[in-house]
């Protein structure tokens, strides 16, 4: 499969997207500061799909974030949110320094707390990631279990009763200003993986 192929296989999933810019809507008027207003009343949730939450660029530390975060572990029924997938800019403005980073603590786990802390978060890297040490928050999988990201580029996948799905983690910042070599390497893998998956969902993250 030539990698010009490839995007007809590819899903972008929006499943739930948390939206974290520090506007909310009311009335057509753009408020800041607002809690974040999250209706899933209209959502069936069963334990018989792959059930997941969709955040990006959300690590600001910020009041948004905060109540976004709460509506995340609120309303939405625990017992059928199986994992959470980060699409990148985990940490503004310029990512983290190391594993022990105090901005694991004040972006991360204190702010994403109680069932969210349970589950796995699958995560990439975004541009913003890139400022410091972008190879920490891969290391960080070592440190705590929830945290996933094995590399810069990664698969997963889930299945359930009903369906089965590939997740095809990759880094975007590499694809753009990585070298010619890593550039070919991570979409030869790409195309590789797209290959032989026979998933009845195909998604790409990045």
Known sequence: MKYSKICTYLIFLIGIFAFTTG?????????????????????????????????????????????????MGVSIPKDYIQFVVSTGDNFYHSGVSSTTDNQWKTKFHNVYKGSLQEIKWYCVLGNHDYGLNPQAQIEYSTVFA???????????????????????????????????????????WLDEELSKSSASWKVCIG
């Open 146 to 188: 929830n945290w996933v990201m094995p590399n810069n580029y990664y698969k997963f996948s889930k299945s359930s009763e009903n369906t089965t799905v590939d997740f095809f983690c990759i880094d975007t910042q590499m694809l753009i200003k990585g070298t010619k070599e890593e550039k070919a390497k991570q979409l030869q």
């Open 23 to 71: 506007f909310n809507q009311n009335n057509g008027k753009s408020v800041k500061n607002q809690p974040a207003k999250i209706d899933f009343a209209d959502i069936s949730f069963t334990q018989n799909d792959v059930n997941f939450l969709i955040i990006g660029d959300w690590g600001a530390g910020g009041v948004i974030q905060k109540n976004v975060a709460n509506s």
